[in-house]
């Protein structure tokens, strides 16, 4: 059942996205009700303008898939809201999006009178995920580059984030391709964040990431390492699971970048996601929801956010 919204805003069809064969082609994927006649894809260099009502932007990367990504962007949403701020997560991830399952929310979302995506909030936190839009979990979007690079720009610029936000917190793909490009290209970016574990495949690939945000002139604000130590619940022994050597430590000096924080490879963080509620909606006075708090704070300072 749709969330029940203000008179003023329209329902919108439960499934009116094909994830295979667009309906609406090309130009409008997400199949978006228009007045008139769609704008066109644009070529060459996207112009670079702000989404309106929102103050900063900032973007999680990773570079590599399976290193928690998702999970951190979620836990610095609902760490940046618990700070007091206006908080947005915008979920950028079309082949694998996780918002849905991580914020328990399932639920078609309506649109405004302008034809705008209104976000679904739990938490406190307002989210926009292509995951609303598909008819089931299991239905994977099968599209190609030019559809894919609309979609981003539809989920960018045609969400209605009324009456505004302090900070959009986006949870990139992995990798370094066309949607991380396009994204640097259209919206002007606070900056990032890089997420890794210290195995050394992910560093290797999180080092790739952090050149491509150097290529496009977004700044890198510092590196989360995440799934660092385990910590035995019988015995209390530490252990580095991924090997105990400064990987992730030597990337940072190497490339003159801040540590935010070690999350630690705890199960309830993982668990809490799995059942919709984050760690720090679920445990916010635990350890491993300080550690995010932390990492916000430290973020809003960097990118300038006055103090709540």
Known sequence: MPI????STLPLPRRFLSSTT????HENPLGL?????????QRGLPTKRPIPRVSHILAVSSAKGGVGKSTIAANLSLAFSRLGYRTGLLDTDLFGPSIPTLFSLNASPNLTPQNQLIPLTNYGVKTMSIGYLVGSESAPIVWRGPMLLKAIQQLLHDVDWSPGLDVLVLDLPPGTGDIQLSITQQIPLSG????????T?????AVKGVEMFKKVDVPVLGLVQNM????????????????GTDKVGKMCRDYDMEFL?????????GEDGSRGKPTVAAEPESDRAKVFMEVAKRLGEKIGLEAH
């Open 4 to 7: 029940k919204l203000p008179f």
């Open 22 to 25: 667009p309906k609406y082609g």
């Open 33 to 41: 009700p228009t007045k008139g006649t769609i704008p066109r894809f």
């Open 192 to 199: 990032a964040v890089i997420v890794t574990t210290p195995h």
């Open 201 to 205: 495949l992910a560093v290797k690939d």
């Open 228 to 243: 660092s130590l385990f910590t035995c619940p019988c015995c209390s022994t530490q252990t580095s699971v991924f090997g």
């Open 261 to 269: 924080g070690d999350v630690p490879l705890h199960p309830n963080i």
